[in-house]
């Protein structure tokens, strides 16, 4: 019989070539990771659109200008760019863990500073500051979840994703009250401090991998991502799905209420009715994808041919019945192809580079997310049509789909397997990708 050198016992103590226990059956503990990563991204979530919930009341007391109220909201997203990529590199160098903790400290720090603001220099400077946190914190989620969950990532990014959508939601139902019972400044306090002990919970629950950590990504691995083709057109059609999501996130209730005279209130309840849609469609799709292994490039292709077509049946919408009954369905495609975009993205760049690889998508993506409520709005003012305002933001997701056909069906990095020498394990090769 031959004996088996400790040299050659795996990490989890199964001999060369012999499943590892991580193959074979994932560790129950995954789940608490993605509870943690999940959680981080939400409260990072509510601290960049509280500002939105309460800009109104707020900058009048500021003495902010309306034309003014939108300038917090864009030095948090030019921070928000810069650390997509930044922290995209930074997470594949150091770790998603250090990445994710480094993201949430001070992060918190800035959002409980917001909170003395007094001018419009100040609020500028620190929503800045808040979007160069708030942008590490992506990246480092996806690079853990593709560590720990591997061919399952689909319905686990699923959840992921639901972050940003039930964020919305809290804020909204929150914030506005916090600030009506303790102060606007009290509310962000709050959150700054809730987002710093988060921290503290990521830094003692959180870790990288189930087993050794990857080795640090390379340059020439990074000048790599930049060459790989289905990043690249991933990057460019998830900018024109986006294009769609948060132009219609951003115009959809001023549109109802300008165009057909509702209410406020009710088109902010038609707007939940499309956030609850979102919920619900994130895990369900990435859940899907994970069952049609292989065909997450044909679902994300019908789910933005789904989205134009219900964008172009929202704009034909009158009455608000109609919108009640389009808003979940309209909320579920515009939502629905992000987890499979982005099990997309973690494939086509291998867990090694997973970091790298959503922070890079990632800041091309939110491109679509400025650009499209300016367009929008030029549409709607020179025609003074909801149908054509719609259809404007419909043109980003055929873009999309389209762009989508080009994307080559390649083996995803992640699950090749180099040939064993003896003396190694496929662990020791691989440290990250024994699912």
């Known amino acids: 019989m031959k004996r088996i050198s400790s040299r050659q016992i795996t990490p989890n103590g199964s001999a060369p070539g012999a499943p590892s226990s991580t193959e074979s059956q994932p560790p129950a503990y995954r789940w608490t990771i993605l509870f943690v990563v999940w959680f981080a991204f939400l409260l990072s979530y509510v601290d960049r659109v509280a500002w939105s919930t309460v800009s109104a009341p707020v900058g009048q007391s500021l003495g902010i200008s309306v034309a003014m109220l939108g300038a917090f909201v864009t030095a948090f997203y030019i921070g928000y760019v810069v650390a997509n990529v930044i922290g995209g590199i930074l997470t594949d ?30 609020g500028f400077a620190l929503q800045l500051v808040m979007g160069l946190s708030a942008g590490a914190d ?8 593709a560590s720990w969950f591997g061919k399952d990532r689909g319905r686990a990014l699923g959840f992921y994703s639901t972050a940003t959508s039930l964020a919305v939601v809290i804020a909204n139902s ?71 999501t948060v132009g ?7 549109l109802m209420t300008k165009q057909y005279g509702i209410s406020p209130v009710t088109a902010g309840s038609i ?79 291998g867990a090694k580079s997973a970091g790298a690889a959503a922070g890079f998508t990632n800041a091309i993506w939110q491109s679509g997310s400025a650009l499209a409520p300016i367009f929008v ?24 789909a389209f762009i989508l056909l080009f994307v080559a069906r390649r083996p995803a990095y992640d699950q090749q397997r180099a040939p064993e020498t003896p003396g190694q394990s496929t662990v020791s090769q691989h440290p990250v990708n024994s699912h």
Not at 138 to 145: E, T
Not at 248 to 254: C, M, Q, R, S
Not at 384 to 390: K, P, V
């Open 93 to 122: 160098t150091i770790g998603g863990r250090k990445t994710l903790i480094l993201a949430l400290l001070p992060l918190g720090v800035a959002t409980f500073c917001f909170g003395y603001t007094h001018n419009l220099r100040t």
């Open 271 to 349: 707007s939940a009715l499309f956030g609850v849609g979102a919920v619900i469609a994130k895990p369900l799709l990435g859940w899907v994808s994970d069952l049609l292994n292989g065909a997450t490039k044909l679902v994300s292709i019908v789910c933005l041919i789904c989205f134009a077509a219900m964008l172009a049946v929202f704009g034909q919408c009158s009455t608000v019945t109609q919108f009640y009954v389009v808003a979940p369905l309209l909320g579920a495609v515009a939502f629905g192809y992000t987890p499979v975009l982005i099990a997309q993205v973690t494939r086509a760049s």
């Open 138 to 145: 992506y990246s480092a989620g996806v690079k853990i979840i």
């Open 174 to 244: 929150t914030v506005p009250s916090m600030s009506n019972w303790f102060g606007w400044q009290n509310a962000f306090r709050v959150l700054g401090v809730a987002t710093f002990c988060w921290a503290i919970v990521t830094f003692f629950l959180l870790r990288d991998s189930p087993t050794t950590p990857s080795s640090r990504i390379t340059r020439r691995e990074l000048g790599g991502l930049l060459k790989n083709r289905n990043l690249v057109l991933l990057a460019l059609a998830g900018c024109g799905a986006l294009w769609g």
């Open 377 to 400: 709005g030029q549409v709607y003012a020179a025609s003074h049509s909801f149908s054509y305002a719609l259809l404007t933001l419909a043109a980003g997701p055929i873009c999309g």
């Open 248 to 254: 219609f996130g951003a115009w959809g209730n001023a």
